[in-house]
């Protein structure tokens, strides 16, 4: 079974993204057990503030990928494809008032899940050796906190 939640292995060398993406696999699992227990004011309140701190934390991550000369074009492309497919599935599920069957949130879970720990590891990690030259620490003006 793939790990879906945050361990040293998925460190790309720099703090902030690094808690970014802690926080964001937690988010995870707070939609998908809202899901699971069918609560469906919970589940759109909580993926509301999933997609939100997504949107800050791809912002972040552009903003020091910039600063540190990274190519970004394709990996935005990626975050513009994730953000896309957020939307299709929030207007599917609420659609359904929290009378999505089991093997909905499933679906749904493992596809929020894997996309995150995969972009995770192969996409952020192509700035690990960049940002490994800089302090663990680095950060550049106005990163935002999701
Ligand atoms: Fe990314
Ligand atoms: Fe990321």
């Excluded at 926080?23 to 899901?35: C, D, H, Q, R, W």
């Excluded at 699971?36 to 939100?52: C, G, I, P």
């Amino acid at each position: 079974m793939e790990q879906w939640t945050w361990n040293k292995s998925m460190s790309v060398g720099n703090a902030f993204l690094d808690a970014d993406h802690r926080k964001l696999l937690g988010m995870i699992e707070e939609v998908e057990s809202a899901m699971r227990a069918q609560d469906a004011a919970t589940f759109s309140r909580t993926l509301k503030t999933f997609e939100n701190a997504v949107r800050i934390h791809f912002r972040n991550e552009e903003l020091i990928a910039l600063t540190i000369g990274h190519p970004f074009e394709q990996h935005k492309e990626e975050h513009q494809y994730v953000l896309n497919e957020l939307q299709q599935m929030e207007a599917e599920l609420i659609d359904m008032h929290g009378r999505w069957s089991e093997s909905a949130s499933t679906h749904y879970f493992i596809f929020l899940s894997s996309w995150a720990s995969e972009h995770i590891r192969e996409d952020d990690m192509l700035m690990k050796l960049e940002l490994q030259s800089r302090p663990y620490d680095f950060k550049p003006d106005n990163l935002a906190s999701p």
